[in-house]
């Protein structure tokens, strides 16, 4: 694991920073996953599954999928923003 060092006055700034990121990830995580659950419940299928079919060619090239494939893959980077921020240590 790679360290920073940070002047004791800098350590408040990079929390309150962390804190704030945190809450704004949290929010697009929800809105993310609430246009997921609605394209789910529209097709009757999963994002995981659909993104099978997808990347399988079964499902075509309607501009739809590609709104799905790019929420579905939003989601995913926020969740693992939210990971790393997570495990950082101040």
């Known amino acids: 694991m790679q360290k920073i ?5 800098a350590l408040p ?22 246009r997921l659950k609605a ?3 529209k097709h009757k299928m999963k994002s995981r ?10 499902l ?4 739809e999928w590609f709104d799905w494939l790019f929420v579905y893959e939003a989601y995913q980077k926020i969740i693992e923003q939210k990971k790393i921020l997570k495990n950082l240590a101040l």
Do not use: C, R, V
């Open 5 to 9: 060092l940070l002047k004791d006055e």
């Open 13 to 34: 700034l990079i929390k309150s920073g962390m804190a704030i990121k945190e809450k704004i990830l949290a929010t697009k995580a929800e809105s993310y996953l609430n």
């Open 39 to 41: 394209f789910e419940k």
């Open 49 to 58: 599954e659909f993104m099978l079919k997808f990347k399988s060619g079964k």
């Open 60 to 63: 075509g090239d309607a501009s």
